[in-house]
């Protein structure tokens, strides 16, 4: 069927009505994405039959789903945006002019830890101070300035929040690519995060190594390597006899296995990283198969920040209880197979977790998204500021 047309009487325009639109106009309202986008898909859905809406009608169905789930604030917020243009134009270094965006701000703040709330109080008190000085056109490097100014001297954030920003924001005027790489046994939640960071940083390019373990199945067939066409924790029980190995425990089995399979995709990963340093573009690589083996064989001549992750979930009874939701809200996700093979899925955690605690990679215990999140800039902010030397003017001139 046919998409549902959006009616501007005033404007006199018909525009197909696009979900990532109204994500975009929830997320300037101060809605995380995640809500933002549950809520505009509610909203596409609930128009599926309808053929065409006004602006007017739009807005009130929406305003009408904030009001019920989101409360006054948010739903105001909305509405003001939605009624009245941008009035202030940001200016880049070279003479782009573009609306200023509470979003991007607002997640430029969240880049530096702050919460979604804090991000969006700063964001709107900035905003506001624009307004009254009636600021119509402003520069990136002075509203970057002003930002840090204001996080400087608040009480609430002060000069470690505020140097944070600072180092945050050299690295995104530098232009050096930010590659970050997120291990993780199956279920601990890596595909959302990765998501969800990809989204908070701009980040456009992404790949999950399940993907491109699933290219190499089209290519190469069952019988030439059965150890590829396994999952990674059962993959020992595909591998070659040999000599001696009847004497495996089944944690070692499930060690050998998932070594011999990411082996065989470490070609293909180190390929999507070469590539992203080569265009100079940020990547973020997330799967069961980005292991210290792999990070160790990166080019280290490289002006890119690589930040190695590994997330994991301590409990057992808390990982189990993760392929259970899954089951309950995708069914397509296979969770009984997954509880099936529990045991050797927390030993394939248990096995990744050990190694990268040997090799020095972070580890993170994905309890919380927003925490994870947070902690990810965290470590990211850190590994810059341990080279960083500029000053604000150096920054912002």
Request: aromatic content about 6%; some cysteine; proline content about 5%.
């Amino acid at each position: 069927m046919a998409k549902t047309l959006v009616i501007d009487s005033s404007e006199r325009t018909r525009v197909p009505f696009l979900r990532g639109i109204l994500t975009r106009s929830l997320q300037e309202a101060g809605l995380a994405f995640e809500n933002a986008y549950r809520l505009a898909d509610t909203v596409r859905e609930e128009l599926d039959t309808v053929p065409a809406v006004s602006t007017r009608e739009l807005r009130a169905r929406v305003a009408q789903h904030l009001a019920e789930q989101y409360g006054p604030a948010i739903t105001e917020r909305y509405q003001v945006s939605s009624r009245s243009p941008a009035t202030i134009l940001v200016r880049s270094a070279t003479g782009e002019k573009v609306p200023f965006s509470r979003n991007r701000h607002s997640l430029s703040l969240i880049s530096c830890s702050l919460s979604a709330e804090e991000s969006n109080t700063v964001t709107n008190k900035l905003y506001k101070h624009l307004l009254d000085k009636r600021c119509n056109e402003v520069t990136s490097r002075h509203l970057g300035h002003l930002t840090y100014r204001y996080l400087h001297s608040d009480k609430q954030f002060g000069p470690a929040v505020a140097r944070r920003y600072l180092v945050w924001m050299d690295f995104k005027r530098g232009g050096r690519p930010l590659i970050v790489l997120i291990g993780g046994a199956p279920g601990c939640g890596k595909s959302t995060v990765a998501t969800e960071l990809a989204n908070q940083l701009e980040v456009v390019r992404t790949q999950s190594t399940d993907m491109l373990r699933e290219v190499m199945r089209m290519m190469i067939p069952e019988r030439l390597l059965p150890v590829l066409h396994t999952s990674s924790f059962t993959a020992g029980g595909a591998l070659p006899s040999r000599e001696g190995d009847s004497s495996d425990d089944p944690d070692t089995l499930v060690a050998r296995g998932y070594q011999a399979q990411a082996e065989l995709l470490s070609v293909a990963l180190e390929a999507v990283v070469q590539r992203a340093l080569r265009e100079r573009v940020s990547l973020i690589l997330e799967g069961v198969h980005v292991r210290p083996a792999f990070i160790d064989r990166l080019p280290r001549d490289t002006d890119a920040l690589i930040v190695p992750i590994m997330l994991g979930i301590l409990k057992r009874e808390n990982l189990r209880n993760r392929f259970q939701g899954r089951g309950a809200e995708v069914p397509g996700r296979r969770s009984e197979r997954y509880l099936a093979h529990f045991d050797a899925i927390w030993s394939l955690q248990s096995y990744l977790l050990s190694e990268a605690d040997r090799a020095g990679i972070p580890i993170i215990s994905n309890n919380d998204k927003e925490v994870v999140l947070r902690e990810i800039m965290r470590i990211i902010i850190g590994m810059l500021a341990a080279e960083f030397a500029s000053t604000p003017k150096m920054v912002f001139q």
